[in-house]
Protein backbone atom coordinates (compact mmCIF):
# COMPACT_ATOMS: atom_id res chain seq x y z
CA UNK A 1 0.00 0.00 0.00
CA UNK A 2 1.15 3.27 -0.79
CA UNK A 3 2.32 5.54 2.04
CA UNK A 4 0.02 8.17 3.19
CA UNK A 5 2.26 11.56 3.51
CA UNK A 6 0.36 14.42 6.25
CA UNK A 7 0.10 17.91 3.66
CA UNK A 8 1.39 19.90 7.03
CA UNK A 9 4.57 17.67 6.92
CA UNK A 10 5.00 18.52 2.92
CA UNK A 11 4.36 22.28 4.17
CA UNK A 12 7.39 22.35 6.84
CA UNK A 13 9.78 20.58 4.75
CA UNK A 14 9.10 23.31 1.93
CA UNK A 15 9.29 25.78 4.21
CA UNK A 16 12.18 24.50 6.39
CA UNK A 17 15.01 27.11 6.10
CA UNK A 18 17.39 25.44 8.82
CA UNK A 19 17.36 21.41 8.41
CA UNK A 20 19.42 18.42 10.55
CA UNK A 21 19.19 14.97 9.43
CA UNK A 22 20.34 12.06 12.11
CA UNK A 23 20.84 8.95 9.70
CA UNK A 24 21.73 5.24 11.47
CA UNK A 25 22.37 1.65 9.98
CA UNK A 26 18.49 1.58 9.01
CA UNK A 27 19.19 4.27 5.73
CA UNK A 28 21.22 1.78 4.44
CA UNK A 29 19.29 -1.52 4.95
CA UNK A 30 17.56 -1.82 1.75
CA UNK A 31 21.12 -1.18 0.34
CA UNK A 32 22.36 -4.39 1.95
CA UNK A 33 24.01 -3.02 5.19
CA UNK A 34 22.99 -4.84 8.16
CA UNK A 35 22.02 -3.11 10.91
CA UNK A 36 23.07 -3.46 14.67
CA UNK A 37 20.51 -4.47 16.42
CA UNK A 38 16.57 -6.30 15.45
CA UNK A 39 16.54 -9.43 14.60
CA UNK A 40 18.87 -9.78 11.63
CA UNK A 41 21.58 -7.31 13.18
CA UNK A 42 24.97 -7.54 13.71
CA UNK A 43 24.76 -7.98 17.21
CA UNK A 44 22.83 -10.77 17.08
CA UNK A 45 25.94 -12.55 15.67
CA UNK A 46 28.67 -10.83 17.18
CA UNK A 47 29.03 -9.38 20.10
CA UNK A 48 30.09 -5.57 20.64
CA UNK A 49 32.34 -6.22 23.62
CA UNK A 50 34.45 -8.40 21.23
CA UNK A 51 34.67 -6.14 18.20
CA UNK A 52 33.74 -2.75 19.05
CA UNK A 53 35.73 -1.53 21.64
CA UNK A 54 39.23 0.04 22.25
CA UNK A 55 39.59 -3.40 24.61
CA UNK A 56 38.59 -5.89 22.20
CA UNK A 57 41.51 -4.50 19.92
CA UNK A 58 43.93 -4.49 22.29
CA UNK A 59 43.49 -8.04 22.90
CA UNK A 60 42.86 -9.58 19.60
CA UNK A 61 43.60 -7.30 16.50
CA UNK A 62 43.57 -9.84 13.88
CA UNK A 63 39.88 -10.85 15.16
CA UNK A 64 38.83 -7.29 15.47
CA UNK A 65 40.48 -6.86 12.09
CA UNK A 66 38.94 -9.69 10.54
CA UNK A 67 35.93 -8.85 11.39
CA UNK A 68 36.22 -5.13 9.66
CA UNK A 69 37.81 -6.81 6.68
CA UNK A 70 34.84 -9.22 6.33
CA UNK A 71 32.34 -5.90 6.44
CA UNK A 72 34.46 -3.74 3.51
CA UNK A 73 33.60 -6.82 1.40
CA UNK A 74 29.88 -6.93 2.22
CA UNK A 75 29.51 -3.18 1.81
CA UNK A 76 32.14 -2.24 -0.79
CA UNK A 77 30.32 -3.60 -3.69
CA UNK A 78 26.30 -1.34 -2.45
CA UNK A 79 24.85 1.46 -3.55
CA UNK A 80 23.03 3.96 -2.39
CA UNK A 81 18.96 3.82 -2.40
CA UNK A 82 16.59 6.74 -2.70
CA UNK A 83 16.76 7.40 0.96
CA UNK A 84 20.22 8.43 0.62
CA UNK A 85 19.29 10.32 -2.85
CA UNK A 86 16.25 11.98 -1.40
CA UNK A 87 18.73 12.97 1.42
CA UNK A 88 21.33 14.38 -0.61
CA UNK A 89 18.78 15.97 -2.87
CA UNK A 90 17.22 18.42 0.21
CA UNK A 91 20.85 19.28 0.77
CA UNK A 92 20.14 20.85 -2.27
CA UNK A 93 16.92 22.41 -1.48
CA UNK A 94 17.81 24.06 2.09
CA UNK A 95 19.93 27.10 2.79
CA UNK A 96 21.34 25.94 6.14
CA UNK A 97 21.82 22.06 6.10
CA UNK A 98 23.50 19.54 7.85
CA UNK A 99 23.08 15.74 7.20
CA UNK A 100 24.51 14.41 10.42
CA UNK A 101 25.34 10.40 10.09
CA UNK A 102 25.97 7.45 12.04
CA UNK A 103 27.42 4.84 9.43
CA UNK A 104 30.77 4.39 8.65
CA UNK A 105 29.56 3.00 5.13
CA UNK A 106 30.14 5.85 3.24
CA UNK A 107 26.93 5.64 1.26
CA UNK A 108 25.49 9.47 1.67
CA UNK A 109 28.83 10.87 -0.19
CA UNK A 110 28.50 8.21 -2.47
CA UNK A 111 24.81 9.63 -3.08
CA UNK A 112 26.29 13.17 -3.38
CA UNK A 113 25.75 14.59 -0.15
CA UNK A 114 29.21 16.58 0.86
CA UNK A 115 27.19 18.75 3.60
CA UNK A 116 28.12 15.92 6.49
CA UNK A 117 29.19 15.08 9.31
CA UNK A 118 30.57 10.90 10.09
CA UNK A 119 29.85 10.79 14.08
CA UNK A 120 31.10 7.00 14.44
CA UNK A 121 33.93 7.77 11.47
CA UNK A 122 34.53 6.03 8.30
CA UNK A 123 35.26 2.14 7.01
CA UNK A 124 37.20 3.40 4.28
CA UNK A 125 40.05 4.68 6.36
CA UNK A 126 42.69 3.42 8.93
CA UNK A 127 44.15 4.82 11.84
CA UNK A 128 47.89 4.70 12.76
CA UNK A 129 47.63 3.66 16.49
CA UNK A 130 50.89 5.13 16.95
CA UNK A 131 51.19 8.45 15.17
CA UNK A 132 47.40 9.30 15.03
CA UNK A 133 47.78 9.77 10.93
CA UNK A 134 44.63 8.91 9.11
CA UNK A 135 44.57 7.56 5.66
CA UNK A 136 42.01 6.25 3.43
CA UNK A 137 42.60 2.52 2.19
CA UNK A 138 39.95 1.33 -0.04
CA UNK A 139 41.47 -1.97 -0.73
CA UNK A 140 39.28 -5.23 -0.27
CA UNK A 141 40.35 -7.62 1.16
CA UNK A 142 43.50 -6.05 3.03
CA UNK A 143 46.46 -7.66 1.65
CA UNK A 144 47.57 -7.88 5.21
CA UNK A 145 45.97 -8.32 8.40
CA UNK A 146 46.15 -6.72 10.50
CA UNK A 147 47.94 -4.12 8.57
CA UNK A 148 50.93 -1.92 9.64
CA UNK A 149 51.56 1.61 9.17
CA UNK A 150 53.90 2.08 5.83
CA UNK A 151 55.50 4.44 7.89
CA UNK A 152 56.61 3.71 11.49
CA UNK A 153 55.44 -0.08 11.28
CA UNK A 154 52.88 0.42 13.99
CA UNK A 155 49.86 -1.32 13.77
CA UNK A 156 46.89 0.17 11.87
CA UNK A 157 43.52 0.72 13.47
CA UNK A 158 40.07 0.70 11.85
CA UNK A 159 39.30 4.78 11.89
CA UNK A 160 35.74 4.34 13.64
CA UNK A 161 34.31 4.94 16.96
CA UNK A 162 34.24 2.49 19.49
CA UNK A 163 32.60 1.90 22.58
CA UNK A 164 33.97 3.82 25.55
CA UNK A 165 35.61 6.28 22.90
CA UNK A 166 35.01 9.72 22.41
CA UNK A 167 33.18 11.24 19.44
CA UNK A 168 35.23 13.35 17.02
CA UNK A 169 35.23 17.01 18.74
CA UNK A 170 34.91 19.00 15.64
CA UNK A 171 31.97 16.46 13.86
CA UNK A 172 30.33 16.33 17.58
CA UNK A 173 30.44 20.89 17.75
CA UNK A 174 29.20 20.78 14.29
CA UNK A 175 26.34 18.42 14.84
CA UNK A 176 25.53 20.25 18.13
CA UNK A 177 24.96 23.96 16.65
CA UNK A 178 22.99 22.10 13.68
CA UNK A 179 20.55 20.72 16.73
CA UNK A 180 20.17 23.80 18.16
CA UNK A 181 19.35 25.84 15.25
CA UNK A 182 17.62 24.13 13.01
CA UNK A 183 13.53 24.52 12.78
CA UNK A 184 13.36 21.00 11.22
CA UNK A 185 15.09 17.61 12.58
CA UNK A 186 14.81 14.43 10.42
CA UNK A 187 15.63 11.36 12.19
CA UNK A 188 16.31 8.43 9.96
CA UNK A 189 16.43 4.58 10.61
CA UNK A 190 18.15 4.72 14.01
CA UNK A 191 17.22 2.73 17.48
CA UNK A 192 18.13 6.06 19.01
CA UNK A 193 20.12 4.26 21.82
CA UNK A 194 23.53 4.93 21.44
CA UNK A 195 24.51 8.23 22.98
CA UNK A 196 25.60 11.19 22.75
CA UNK A 197 24.19 10.42 18.93
CA UNK A 198 21.23 9.84 20.11
CA UNK A 199 20.52 13.50 22.41
CA UNK A 200 20.70 15.35 19.03
CA UNK A 201 16.99 14.84 18.17
CA UNK A 202 16.57 15.93 22.09
CA UNK A 203 18.25 18.87 21.89
CA UNK A 204 16.36 19.88 18.86
CA UNK A 205 13.01 19.08 20.17
CA UNK A 206 13.83 21.23 23.32
CA UNK A 207 15.13 24.39 21.13
CA UNK A 208 11.32 24.00 19.34
CA UNK A 209 12.33 22.19 15.94
CA UNK A 210 10.09 20.31 14.76
CA UNK A 211 11.26 16.58 14.85
CA UNK A 212 10.47 13.73 11.86
CA UNK A 213 11.26 10.06 12.44
CA UNK A 214 11.36 7.71 9.56
CA UNK A 215 11.82 3.84 11.04
CA UNK A 216 9.40 0.44 10.38
CA UNK A 217 9.98 0.37 14.37
CA UNK A 218 8.80 2.25 17.29
CA UNK A 219 12.06 4.18 19.13
CA UNK A 220 12.67 5.85 22.04
CA UNK A 221 12.73 8.61 20.11
CA UNK A 222 9.46 8.24 19.11
CA UNK A 223 7.47 10.42 21.50
CA UNK A 224 9.69 13.70 20.57
CA UNK A 225 8.65 13.13 16.74
CA UNK A 226 6.25 15.73 15.40
CA UNK A 227 5.47 12.94 12.83
CA UNK A 228 6.10 9.49 12.53
CA UNK A 229 6.66 7.66 9.14
CA UNK A 230 6.40 3.89 10.21
CA UNK A 231 7.99 2.44 7.09
CA UNK A 232 11.13 1.88 5.51
CA UNK A 233 13.56 4.62 4.99
CA UNK A 234 13.57 4.26 0.95
CA UNK A 235 9.99 3.54 0.50
CA UNK A 236 9.52 6.86 2.80
CA UNK A 237 11.74 8.90 1.13
CA UNK A 238 10.03 8.12 -2.66
CA UNK A 239 6.48 8.94 -0.93
CA UNK A 240 7.98 11.84 0.15
CA UNK A 241 10.09 13.11 -3.48
CA UNK A 242 6.67 12.02 -5.09
CA UNK A 243 4.67 14.59 -2.75
CA UNK A 244 7.63 17.30 -3.50
CA UNK A 245 7.78 16.33 -7.02
CA UNK A 246 11.35 15.39 -6.40
CA UNK A 247 13.50 12.14 -8.58
CA UNK A 248 15.14 9.73 -6.24
C1 LIG B 1 15.15 0.87 9.30
C2 LIG B 1 15.11 0.02 8.22
C3 LIG B 1 14.77 0.60 7.02
C4 LIG B 1 15.70 -1.16 9.87
N1 LIG B 1 14.49 1.91 6.97
N2 LIG B 1 14.88 2.16 9.23
C5 LIG B 1 24.59 8.13 27.98
C6 LIG B 1 23.71 7.17 28.44
C7 LIG B 1 24.04 5.79 28.37
C8 LIG B 1 25.24 5.39 27.80
C9 LIG B 1 26.10 6.34 27.35
C10 LIG B 1 25.79 7.69 27.44
N3 LIG B 1 26.81 8.39 26.87
C11 LIG B 1 27.73 7.53 26.42
C12 LIG B 1 27.35 6.27 26.72
C13 LIG B 1 28.10 5.02 26.39
C14 LIG B 1 27.90 4.55 24.96
C15 LIG B 1 26.42 4.28 24.71
O1 LIG B 1 25.70 5.03 24.10
N4 LIG B 1 25.95 3.13 25.18
C16 LIG B 1 24.55 2.74 25.03
C17 LIG B 1 24.43 1.66 23.93
C18 LIG B 1 24.03 2.25 26.34
N5 LIG B 1 28.41 5.53 24.00
C19 LIG B 1 29.69 5.58 23.70
O2 LIG B 1 30.50 4.81 24.22
C20 LIG B 1 30.11 6.62 22.69
N6 LIG B 1 31.24 7.33 23.21
C21 LIG B 1 31.11 8.30 24.14
O3 LIG B 1 30.02 8.70 24.49
O4 LIG B 1 32.31 8.79 24.62
C22 LIG B 1 32.31 9.49 25.86
C23 LIG B 1 32.00 8.50 26.97
C24 LIG B 1 32.68 7.33 27.07
C25 LIG B 1 32.37 6.39 28.06
C26 LIG B 1 31.33 6.65 28.95
C27 LIG B 1 30.62 7.85 28.85
C28 LIG B 1 30.96 8.79 27.85
C29 LIG B 1 30.63 5.94 21.41
C30 LIG B 1 29.58 5.21 20.69
C31 LIG B 1 30.21 4.50 19.48
C32 LIG B 1 29.23 3.62 18.74
N7 LIG B 1 29.94 2.78 17.84
C33 LIG B 1 29.19 1.90 16.94
C34 LIG B 1 30.19 1.08 16.10
C35 LIG B 1 30.83 1.94 15.01
C36 LIG B 1 31.84 1.21 14.23
C37 LIG B 1 31.29 0.03 13.45
O5 LIG B 1 30.31 0.15 12.70
O6 LIG B 1 31.85 -1.03 13.60
O7 LIG B 1 28.36 2.69 16.09
S1 LIG B 1 28.03 0.83 17.79
C38 LIG B 1 26.76 0.95 16.58
O8 LIG B 1 25.60 1.63 17.14
C39 LIG B 1 27.32 1.88 15.49
C40 LIG B 1 26.10 2.71 15.15
O9 LIG B 1 26.51 3.92 14.53
C41 LIG B 1 25.45 2.90 16.48
C42 LIG B 1 23.98 3.26 16.40
O10 LIG B 1 23.24 2.22 15.83
P1 LIG B 1 22.09 2.56 14.77
O11 LIG B 1 22.68 3.21 13.60
O12 LIG B 1 20.98 3.26 15.45
O13 LIG B 1 21.67 1.08 14.30
P2 LIG B 1 20.70 0.04 15.01
O14 LIG B 1 20.98 -1.29 14.41
O15 LIG B 1 20.75 0.14 16.48
O16 LIG B 1 19.23 0.50 14.59
C43 LIG B 1 18.79 0.41 13.26
C44 LIG B 1 17.43 1.07 13.18
O17 LIG B 1 17.02 1.07 11.83
C45 LIG B 1 16.32 0.35 13.97
O18 LIG B 1 15.55 1.31 14.70
C46 LIG B 1 15.45 -0.28 12.89
O19 LIG B 1 14.06 -0.33 13.23
C47 LIG B 1 15.67 0.67 11.75
N8 LIG B 1 15.51 0.09 10.43
N9 LIG B 1 15.45 -1.26 8.67
C48 LIG B 1 14.53 2.64 8.12
N10 LIG B 1 14.68 -0.15 5.89
Redesign the pocket.
Known amino acids: MEMRIPRELVKALVEARRVAVLT????S??SGVP????KD?LWRRYS?QE??TPQAFARDPKLVWEW?DW?RGLIAPLEPNP?HRFIARLEGEVPDFLLIT???DGLHEKAGSRKLVE???N?WKVRCTREGTVKEDRRVPLPEIPPKCENCGALLR?H????????PVDALEEAMGAAEECDLFLV???????????SLPQVARSRGALVVE????E?PLTPLATWSLR????EVAKALARELGWEV
Open positions: GAGVAETFRGGPLAYRAQNILHGIPVVWFGESLVGTSGVVYPAAINPETGKAG
